[in-house]
Nanobody, 120 residues
């Protein structure tokens, strides 16, 4: 019913920047939260940043001051601007959205993931 398409991953040198995008499409009445999570092999998926439909943001301590999440509600799209990237930011990044597909039905959806590699 809802599809999330992520773009913008890739290889970057330490100290560099990347911008991830996540576009939601399908049967959408409204989107509550949009967020980014990341996962490395052998570890649990962890929250990176999240934003409400009102613009309230939450960040993991490890990315505060370096990453910025934003969203365009008219396009059902969220963005993650990542600056001052470190090798430890290397992971698969997943977009997550909590969506009302009807006035009363709320579900969480995940994107397919995009690889971010920070290496010299």
């Amino acid at each position: 019913q809802v599809q999330l398409v992520e773009t913008g991953g890739g290889l970057v040198q330490p100290g560099g920047s990347l911008r991830l995008s996540c576009a939601a499409s399908g049967t959408i009445v409204s989107i509550n939260f949009m967020g980014w999570y990341r996962q490395v092999p052998g570890k649990e998926r962890e929250l990176v940043a999240r934003i409400t439909n009102g613009g309230t943001t939450t960040y993991a301590d490890s990315v505060k001051g370096r990453f910025t999440i934003s969203r365009d509600n008219t396009k059902n799209t969220a963005y993650l601007q990542m600056n001052s990237l470190k090798p430890e930011d290397t992971a698969v990044y997943y977009c997550n959205a909590v969506v009302f597909t009807t006035l009363t039905l709320l579900n969480a959806y995940w994107g397919q993931g995009t690889q971010v590699t920070v290496s010299s």
